[in-house]
């Protein structure tokens, strides 16, 4: 039964990267596009799913971060909001 539970956890758990690598893809979609309003409701999605979903730790913590720089950077500095994604993107592939 131990089995069927963890995979089951497992299971969610690819749920939950799958809806975070969609969600940041979408933000990348966004920058590009300059649609500013979409992309700050992304943001705040894949912000709420990190908090809600994600175990305290440094991957839930820099995923967080790099909500929070793109936002603060997409109007001034685009180059270093697509950064932040790509960094993103990165971290939730190494899962």
Known sequence: MSDGDSGG?????????????????????HVRAGESAELAETLD???????DELPDGDRRDRLIHGCERVAAHVDDDYAVATEYLRAMESLLAEE
Request: net charge negative; proline share 0%.
């Open 9 to 29: 956890r497992a299971d969610a758990d690819g749920d939950v990267d799958a809806a975070l690598a969609e969600l940041v893809d979408d933000a990348r979609s």
């Open 45 to 51: 999605a894949l912000e709420a799913v990190a908090r």
